[in-house]
């Protein structure tokens, strides 16, 4: 999906991802696993091994390379002088004028939380990752101590589109943030697991990624990518590895078959494919309903793609399914929040 990738010998970021695992925090970085990366994917990935000859190395010189490799590894910077990270094809420019504004309104107001908030999604939209990131890393400054693992994962996340794919030291810095404040938070565990790889230590990324997949539902935007790769890279690692069945619980995001398959698309079929995805998941909750995760996912996806008039929708339907119940309204809310559709009292509008 990215020229970096090729250079690097990164997998694709098929889920730059969100949340934790079998939790409420899926949210946009969620969204942002199953739209934004996938939107963006356009070459093979594959698994890192080093240079020729790399396999016929002793296990410890193995592993003492991919850490010399890791600790001389290109900055972030470096990363995104050579990437060529996923933008969108086309831009409403009413909505690149308002993003505008809110750029100018910030520069007037830098300490406004809710702005560089908002700033840091629409960025994304635009496919202004670096500016993107550049917005949230603010939002972690405001924050302070009361910064969350998801607000250091969605910093990473951004800074891996930016760089094309790769996981930079910077990112790590990230995502080691992320892992303090919460162990378990998938998207986090994910780019570890992507990060490992790339350095060249497939058995430390197969464990990675095995726990989280072992503990994740099966519409986590990490299933899909991960569950694609899990045996070649268990097979790289020296153990011997089946994959299990997918268990009964959904599937919103892409088949293996399908994310192969979209590896080698061109951008307006990879675009059309994710769409897909979305009005899958759509329908499925119209007919069958959903938890308030699914219907959160939906209504950030949309944001995501630039579709408010959907996600208002959808955390209109969301709300009145929710009646009552304050925990769902409170997942509900925030998604809505991160799509740019509510305001701090949580009525619904721009």
Same mark, same amino acid.
């Not at 924050?143 to 990473?156: E, N, Q, S, W």
């Given at each position: 999906?990215?020229?970096?990738?090729?250079?690097?010998?990164?997998?694709?970021?098929?889920?730059?991802?969100?949340?934790?695992?079998?939790?409420?925090?899926?949210?946009?970085?969620?969204?942002?696993?199953?739209?934004?990366?996938?939107?963006?994917?356009?070459?093979?990935?594959?698994?890192?091994?080093?240079?020729?000859?790399?396999?016929?190395?002793?296990?410890?010189?193995?592993?003492?390379?991919?850490?010399?490799?890791?600790?001389?590894?290109?900055?972030?910077?470096?990363?995104?002088?050579?990437?060529?990270?996923?933008?969108?094809?086309?831009?409403?420019?009413?909505?690149?004028?308002?993003?505008?504004?809110?750029?100018?309104?910030?520069?007037?107001?830098?300490?406004?939380?809710?702005?560089?908030?908002?700033?840091?999604?629409?960025?994304?939209?635009?496919?202004?990752?670096?500016?993107?990131?550049?917005?949230?890393?603010r939002v972690i400054e405001l924050r302070g101590?009361?910064?969350?693992?998801?607000?250091?994962?969605?910093?990473?996340?951004?800074?891996?589109?930016?760089?094309?794919?790769?996981?930079?030291?910077?990112?790590?810095?990230?995502?080691?943030?992320?892992?303090?404040?919460?162990?378990?938070?998938?998207?986090?565990?994910y780019y570890l697991g992507l990060m490992l790889?790339?350095?060249?230590?497939?058995?430390?990324?197969?464990?990675?990624?095995?726990?989280?997949?072992?503990?994740?539902?099966?519409?986590?935007?990490?299933?899909?990518?991960?569950?694609?790769?899990?045996?070649?890279?268990?097979?790289?690692?020296?153990?011997?590895?089946?994959?299990?069945?997918?268990?009964?619980?959904?599937?919103?995001?892409?088949?293996?078959?399908?994310?192969?398959?979209?590896?080698?698309?061109?951008?307006?079929?990879?675009?059309?494919?994710?769409?897909?995805?979305?009005?899958?998941?759509?329908?499925?909750?119209? #007919?069958?309903? @959903?938890? $308030? %995760?699914?219907?959160?996912? /939906?209504? &950030? !996806?949309?944001?995501?793609? =630039?579709? +408010? *008039?959907?996600?208002?929708?959808?955390?209109?339907?969301?709300?009145? #399914?929710?009646? @009552?119940? $304050? %925990?769902?309204?409170?997942? /509900?809310? &925030? !998604?809505?929040?991160?799509? =740019?559709? +509510? *305001?701090?009292?949580?009525q619904s509008g721009q």
């Amino acid at each position: 999906r990215i020229l970096a990738l090729e250079r690097s010998g990164a997998p694709a970021p098929d889920a730059a991802v969100p949340g934790q695992a079998g939790g409420g925090g899926r949210r946009l970085a969620a969204a942002l696993g199953l739209v934004a990366v996938l939107m963006a994917a356009s070459v093979a990935g594959y698994l890192w091994l080093g240079a020729p000859g790399y396999q016929d190395m002793p296990l410890q010189g193995r592993i003492a390379a991919a850490q010399q490799a890791m600790e001389n590894r290109p900055a972030q910077a470096d990363a995104e002088a050579e990437a060529t990270p996923p933008r969108p094809e086309t831009v409403d420019p009413e909505h690149l004028a308002l993003v505008e504004r809110l750029r100018a309104a910030l520069e007037e107001r830098p300490d406004d939380l809710r702005g560089h908030e908002l700033l840091a999604r629409h960025e994304t939209q635009l496919g202004n990752y670096r500016a993107a990131y550049a917005a949230q890393r603010r939002v972690i400054e405001l924050r302070g101590d009361d910064a969350t693992a998801d607000d250091y994962a969605f910093l990473a996340d951004l800074m891996v589109l930016a760089a094309g794919g790769y996981v930079s030291p910077e990112a790590e810095t990230a995502l080691e943030a992320a892992l303090r404040r919460d162990p378990r938070n998938g998207t986090a565990q994910y780019y570890l697991g992507l990060m490992l790889a790339q350095g060249g230590r497939p058995d430390l990324a197969f464990s990675t990624w095995r726990d989280l997949h072992d503990r994740s539902d099966p519409d986590d935007p990490w299933m899909a990518p991960i569950r694609a790769r899990l045996e070649s890279l268990a097979q790289r690692a020296g153990v011997r590895y089946t994959l299990p069945p997918l268990r009964d619980g959904g599937g919103a995001g892409p088949s293996a078959e399908a994310l192969a398959e979209a590896e080698d698309m061109a951008p307006e079929e990879r675009e059309e494919m994710v769409r897909g995805m979305v009005q899958r998941l759509a329908r499925r909750l119209d #007919a069958q309903g @959903g938890s $308030p %995760d699914e219907w959160a996912q /939906l209504i &950030t !996806a949309y944001g995501v793609l =630039g579709r +408010t *008039d959907m996600a208002q929708d959808t955390w209109g339907r969301a709300q009145r #399914a929710y009646i @009552g119940r $304050p %925990d769902a309204l409170e997942v /509900l809310r &925030t !998604a809505a929040r991160e799509a =740019g559709l +509510t *305001d701090q009292s949580g009525q619904s509008g721009q």
